[in-house]
């Protein structure tokens, strides 16, 4: 089933820019899995609405970039992660560590960037 769900979810995050708000679509899940929007993924292995360890990792191409990530949640939770000059297609990894539980019905984003350029975002409800 989860490898259905991941199968699913990859690369399929829409994404609204209007009025400066950032609205994406993504599926409901519990904290555990693993969520990927163009090269862009986010991942855990918490379980129910806890998230001690998000990682993030950023594919790259066939050229040197510079990348990064931003990970957040919609209660106001955020954290960036390093900066990083990435040799070509190496794929860039990092962890946020937000240590807590979150409400049923957050959301959990993280945005990639490659060069300064956004390159991915995946989003997903948490559920109980």
Sequence with gaps: MRAVLKKIVCGAGAVVVALGCVVAAGPPAAADGKWCNN???????????YLGRVEVS???TDQPHTISARVWTTDG??????????????????????????????????????????VGLPCVTLTA
């Design 39 to 49: 090269a862009v993924c986010i991942e855990t292995d918490d379980t129910g609405t």
């Design 58 to 60: 950023v594919i790259n």
């Design 77 to 118: 939770w955020s954290a960036g992660t390093e900066v990083e000059d990435v040799a070509a297609f190496r794929t860039f990894r990092d962890q946020a560590y937000p240590q807590r539980h979150f409400p049923a019905g957050t959301r959990l984003c993280a945005e990639g960037f490659r060069g300064g350029e956004s």
